[in-house]
C-alpha cells in the first residue's frame, strides 16, 4: 500500500513567520503534489513536481515555493506566513505514467494549519 | 480557477437511501476520479475511470464516464452511516500530471 506521511497534522504559527510543511512517500513514485483545502472550494493545486529538483506551479502559487532534493521527500513552504494562508494543506503523489498503469494520486493526512 | 463544476453541495439523506451526485466540465477530460474524504483524513480514491463510457462498480458505488468526455456521475446505492464524508470528483486535463477538483458533495446520512 502506498504510505504518503505529513510530518505534522496540526500547526500553529505567527504571520511573517517562514514554515516548512514536510511529506514523504515510500512508493518510488515520481510525481508529488502540495494542495491546499478550503470549504466550497475543493482541492486547489499549489505546486508539483515530476522529478528530484523539478517543480511547476500550479494555479494557486503565489506566496509558497516547493524544494525536492530527494525523490521521496516534498517540501512546501510559506515564505512569511499570513492569515489568509489559514487552511488545510494535502500532499499527494502518483507514480509517472499513471494513467497507463492506473495507479492515480494517493493522499497524506492532511496538515492543519492556523496563522494567527 | 475552478473547471469543475460539482452537486449538489451537500445532501442529508435518509439511512438507506440512494444517492447520486455528478461534474460537469466545459473542458474535455481524460480521465475522471472520484475520491471520499472523511473527517482528519486525507482523500482515498473509491472509482477511476479511464474510458469515455465507461460504466465502473466498487459495491454499493457505480460511477459513469460521460460519453462527451465532459461529465461523470457517481451513484451510492442503499446509504448506511459509514457513508458520511465529502465526495470529490477530479478530472485529468488531455495532457500531464495535474488533477482538477470538484468543489466537493458534503453527505449526510440520518439512522
Known amino acids: 500500500d502506498v504510505k504518503v506521511t505529513q510530518s505534522s497534522r496540526y500547526l500553529v504559527k505567527r504571520t511573517g513567520e517562514k514554515v516548512f510543511l514536510e511529506c514523504v512517500q515510500d512508493?518510488?513514485?515520481?510525481?508529488m503534489f502540495w494542495y491546499r483545502q478550503d470549504p466550497g472550494l475543493g482541492l486547489r493545486l499549489i505546486y508539483f513536481?515530476?522529478?528530484?529538483?523539478?517543480?511547476e506551479k500550479g494555479d494557486i502559487p503565489e506566496g509558497y515555493s516547493v524544494s525536492r532534493e530527494k525523490k521521496e521527500r516534498f517540501s512546501l513552504i510559506l515564505e512569511s506566513a499570513s492569515t489568509n494562508q489559514t487552511s488545510m494543506y494535502l500532499c499527494?503523489?502518483?507514480?509517472?505514467?499513471?494513467?497507463?498503469?492506473?495507479?492515480?494520486?494517493?493522499f497524506g493526512d492532511g496538515t492543519r494549519l492556523s496563522i494567527l | 480557477g475552478q473547471q469543475l463544476n460539482q452537486s449538489p453541495q451537500s445532501m442529508f439523506i435518509q439511512e438507506g437511501e440512494d444517492v447520486s451526485m455528478n461534474c460537469t466540465s466545459s473542458s474535455i477530460f481524460n480521465t475522471w476520479l472520484w475520491y471520499k474524504q472523511e473527517p482528519g483524513e486525507g482523500p482515498v480514491l473509491l472509482i477511476a475511470?479511464?474510458?469515455?463510457?465507461e460504466l465502473t462498480s466498487n459495491g454499493r458505488l457505480t460511477a459513469q464516464f460521460g460519453i462527451t468526455r465532459k461529465d461523470s456521475f457517481l451513484n451510492i446505492s442503499a446509504s448506511i452511516p459509514s457513508d458520511v464524508g465529502i465526495y470529490f470528483c477530479a478530472g485529468q486535463r488531455e495532457y500531464g500530471n495535474k488533477l482538477v477538483f470538484g468543489a466537493g458533495t458534503i453527505l449526510r446520512v440520518k439512522s
Open positions: 499527494a503523489s502518483s507514480p509517472a505514467g499513471w494513467v497507463m498503469n492506473h495507479q492515480p494520486q494517493h
Open positions: 513536481s515530476y522529478d528530484v529538483k523539478m517543480k
Open positions: 512508493m518510488d513514485h515520481e510525481n
Open positions: 475511470l479511464y474510458k469515455a463510457g
